[in-house]
């Protein structure tokens, strides 16, 4: 079973209902940190949804180093710092090529200050085509583009592809991940990207596709999606269903659904903070979708 709970809706520019990118999956119980931009933390321990305390996160996964998906790594660090965390296991911080030199750097700046109490950090780099076990994040998975059947891996993954984004100061790829639990059940995100054959194969038939959709198609721009372009791609991979995220204010202005509706005919959703996405769940429970108001923790649907 996997959870896709959006944090942040949006890029950049935070809006009351879209803030900065930041998810929290849960595959078959193993809680990922996805993305973890300017305010994650605050919106991860308030949702009902995740975890209520820091000593209860494990891995943190990045899809790359642009500011909007990664400035919460510093206060983490920080927050880890604190004697008040008991945790004593480690902390996974999963990510493109480049991430080790962006924490190098933050250590230049912050030195002890952002050394964990107690707790060992593993740092682990993907290259396209890389696959993670979401209960042991720094063991290596066989898969990937090429990889024969026989070699798939059994359980649950989340595997890395190139997503087509300009790529930051830290290293050439940014990513997209296919995430799978035990029972093949497959949610992908699409992390900042324009189309590209990565995208579309990784989607192919995926139970869930989270996608961005940063700007009207008028303001189609280079590394991003725009409805027209999500349309596109969904008609290539057939997912069984589409949620759209990273919206700027321009394009969450917009009726974001019909606009792709209009060149797909497959269920879609646009994100707010707190749209949750379950896949694989027993029977009814299959494909829940709901919202919860950030701050929220005395309930709103699973
Ligand atoms: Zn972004």
Known sequence: M????????????PTPTHSPAAYWVV??????????????????????????SLDQLTTVLLTHLHLDHCAD??????????????STEPLYLIGPEGLATYLRRLSELYG?????????????ELAPGDAMDPAAPDRGLKCGPDTTAGDEPQGASVTAFAAAHPEDRFGRYCLGFQFRDAAGHCAVFSGDSEPCPALAEASRGADLLVVECSTPDEWAMAGHMTPTRVAELCRQAQPQRVVLTHQYPPAAELDLPDLVGSGYAGPVIAARDGTLVRIGADRGGSGRIGTTPPGDRSGGQP
Do not use: N, T
């Open 73 to 86: 790594l510093a206060p983490l660090l920080f927050a880890l710092h604190s004697p008040l965390l008991a």
């Open 27 to 52: 595959v078959d119980g193993h809680g990922i940190l996805l993305d973890p931009g300017p305010g994650a933390l605050v919106r991860l321990v308030r949702s009902p949804h995740g975890p209520d």
């Open 2 to 13: 996997i959870d896709f709970l959006v944090l942040g809706a949006g890029g950049a520019v």
């Open 112 to 124: 002890s200050w952002i050394e964990p109490y107690q707790r060992r950090l593993v740092v682990r």
